[in-house]
């Protein structure tokens, strides 16, 4: 019977018998998810999962008491403390607040991908028509957010500290975009730094992805479609509705088939290395123009490595497992390099070589992966990454993992997840544009990919 590929130390599956199994509770999140978000913006999400466990959105929760944790991960992978962490500052005003935002230009008269994706008047596609699939929600069943408000990150008193957030930060402005609300959203259209900005995240390929959304004289806001191509999500602008895969930033059919969106670097991180780093960051509120259960996991036990991708029908390369945790630093000079996050979350630092260029990768423990158990912040600690050039002022990087932080053994310097000096000199890592995501998505969208690490 043939074994589906999985971690050192799981138990063997058989692909057969156990994955249909599996994708259940994947399918009905989904169409939950679809139930919920077309009833409009006043609907409250019908709970796709158990409600045991406490969560973030539940209105008992006591700011810096220690919760209990669900125990649904692997023997490798252990739970981490989660504290619901008070303001950090009581009496900064938790009012959310709008910030200015860059118009998009005029929506065009052009056929339309979202309603035929076989127009004989587009350009020849980049995939085949085929292969994008329903994942069940309609156009915009699952709503981007188009005028987002935020909070302080001093004021927020709503997370866990293990919480996952996407971080990202533009001409010196820094945000926060928790998975609690990405999950249900997907989309964000924002401007920040002065740039207009998407930020995107799929739970289906475990990918964030953040891109700068000029393209020559357009400014484009993005929706979701309702499909997938490679178990990925499928965006569509609004301006044109050509469709575009979130893995690439890439227009792939439609009337601009061939354009590609600017990717701007993203990280995944903790709720608590974000605010301690950022107490001035902006935080995204959940108070978004729809009623969700924020903080509630409609895809219980999706990234369980023996697991099969939803609606995925691509080969899957057999050097690691479909759902593995993988960093990859991608670039147009050379295929994509993975190192598998079990190698990293071992070692903590992995020194390696990507398109010609040194490289490290660095990983901190204390951050839930938001795919594991119904409660999004009980997971287990899959650890925030980073990836950076091993280059400081010309001197090669030795970084070492401390109780600090990570140590450059050459400099002397002590450097946090995101590439700062902790020592305040304003001394930085120059960040490579990386990726975290699951084996299978990567394999896809450039099958040449390299692994290291194992």
């Not at 697991?307 to 029908?313: A, C, E, G, I, R």
């Amino acid at each position: 019977m043939e074994e589906w590929p999985r971690f050192a130390g799981s138990p063997p599956m058989s692909k057969n018998k156990i994955l249909p199994i599996k994708i259940l509770p994947v399918a009905v999140g989904i169409a939950l998810i679809a139930v919920a978000c077309s009833g409009g913006g006043d609907t409250q999400a019908t709970n796709p999962v158990s409600t045991t466990s406490a969560s973030v959105s539940d209105a008992g929760g006591t700011p810096g008491v220690v919760e209990s944790a669900s125990t649904n991960f692997g023997v490798d992978k252990p739970v981490v403390e989660r504290i619901l962490l008070p303001a950090l500052d009581p009496d900064a005003d938790p009012t959310p607040f709008s910030v200015d935002q860059i118009s998009s230009t005029p929506r065009e008269d052009l056929p339309s991908a979202l309603e035929d994706r076989f127009d004989s008047s587009f350009p020849p596609p980049l995939v085949d028509p085929e292969e994008i699939r329903s994942g069940g929600p309609p156009p915009d069943g699952i709503p981007a957010i188009d005028e987002p408000k935020f909070q302080t990150a001093a004021s927020v008193d709503w997370l866990y500290n293990v919480e996952p957030v996407l971080s990202i930060e533009v001409n010196g402005e820094v945000r926060a975009y928790p998975i609690q609300i990405m999950t249900w959203h997907e989309i964000v259209n924002d401007t920040i730094g002065g740039v207009p900005v998407t930020v995107s995240y799929c739970p289906l390929c475990n990918s964030a992805l953040a891109y700068d959304r000029r393209v020559g004289d357009r400014i484009f806001d993005f929706g979701t479609s309702g499909s997938l191509y490679s178990s990925s999500l499928v965006m569509y602008d609004r301006q044109t509705e050509s469709l575009w895969t979130h893995f690439e930033g890439k227009a792939v059919v439609g009337a601009l088939t061939g354009e590609r969106l600017t990717t701007l670097p993203i990280a995944m991180t903790s709720w608590q290395k974000f605010r301690d780093s950022n107490p001035d960051g902006l935080v995204l509120s959940r108070q978004t123009g729809f009623r969700r259960d924020y903080g509630r996991n409609p895809y219980p036990g999706y990234d369980d490595v023996t697991s099969k991708p939803f609606l995925f029908n691509g080969v899957v390369d057999g050097r690691l497992a479909a759902k593995a945790r993988v960093v990859v630093v991608r670039s147009d000079d050379g295929p994509a390099v993975a190192l598998p996050l079990d190698s990293l979350y071992e070692q903590l630092v992995v020194p390696f070589t990507a398109q010609g260029r040194d490289v490290v990768a660095i990983l901190e423990r204390g951050s839930a992966a938001a795919l594991d158990t119904s409660d999004l912040s009980s997971g287990y600690d899959q650890g925030s990454t980073g990836v950076f050039l091993a280059d400081l002022n010309g001197e090669k990087v030795d970084l070492v993992a401390t109780a600090d932080g990570f140590l450059d053994n050459n400099s002397g310097i002590t450097f946090d997840i995101f590439g700062v000096a902790i020592d305040g000199s304003g001394t930085r890592l120059e960040p490579v544009e990386r990726l975290d995501t699951f084996w299978f998505a990567i394999g896809a969208f450039d099958p040449d990919v390299e692994v290291v690490g194992l």
